[in-house]
T-cell receptor
């Protein structure tokens, strides 16, 4: 596999379910990101990990819980979500987080989440 | 603070005609600027980026963009549109963290 992969590609869950999204990068990068893409809204950065350490949490509700066990894998654990959390969740990676944000990020295909 | 504005939510062109997707930005820093493309049900793919080198940046698939500091613009152009260019395009500014524009949907008619 090459690039950034995400599983599952589609997920339907109820508000009381617990599920996890998985992201894996095969690029040898050290930084990984979670984004939320909602209809008619700009892409929103959720979390940033640099060398496995969380460096940014963009005021994300606690019902979203990230986990980065190593530089190649990133998870997003979901619990008691709301219908407004339905969106495309994109994972990205970059060589590292650089000052000034000059690093190029490589994106996965996303997980389309529907919360009923 | 930084922001990015994509001036058109939709652009429609005929195949073989030029493409212009407009982007204005504001940033307190000397920004890096990117254009990404997203085809349906796909992730974002980097088209090109500006990081304070040459102001005219050439990207993949025949796209290019010109950084104009005086106009705070970073418009994306292509001389001749192809059907496969139909997608959504995002202008992104980074002066510390990435800020995405709202996207421009490009439609290409035969």
């Amino acid at each position: 596999e090459t690039g950034v992969t995400q599983t599952p590609r589609h997920l339907v869950m109820g508000m009381t379910n617990k599920k996890s999204l998985k992201c894996e990068q095969h690029l040898g990068h050290n930084a990984m990101y979670w984004y939320k893409q909602s209809a008619k809204k700009p892409l929103e950065l959720m979390f940033v990990y640099n060398f496995k350490e969380q460096t940014e949490n963009n005021s994300v509700p606690s019902r979203f819980s990230p986990e980065c066990p190593n530089s190649s894998h990133l998870f997003l654990h979901l619990h008691t979500l709301q219908p407004e959390d339905s969106a495309l969740y994109l994972c990205a990676s970059s060589q590292e987080v650089l000052a000034g944000g000059r690093e190029t990020q490589y994106f996965g295909p996303g997980t389309r989440l529907l919360v009923l | 603070a930084q922001s990015v504005t994509q001036l058109d939510s939709h652009v429609s062109v005929s195949e073989g005609t030029p493409v212009l997707l407009r982007c204005n930005y504001s940033s307190s820093y000397s920004p890096s600027l990117f254009w990404y493309v997203q085809h349906p049900n796909k992730g974002l793919q980097l088209l090109l980026k500006y990081t304070s080198a040459a102001t005219l940046v050439k990207g993949i698939n025949g796209f290019e963009a010109e950084f104009k500091k005086s106009e705070t613009s970073f418009h994306l152009t292509k001389p001749s549109a192809h059907m496969s260019d139909a997608a959504e395009y995002f202008c992104v500014v980074s002066g510390g963290k990435l800020t995405f524009g709202q996207g421009t949907i490009l439609t290409v008619h035969p």
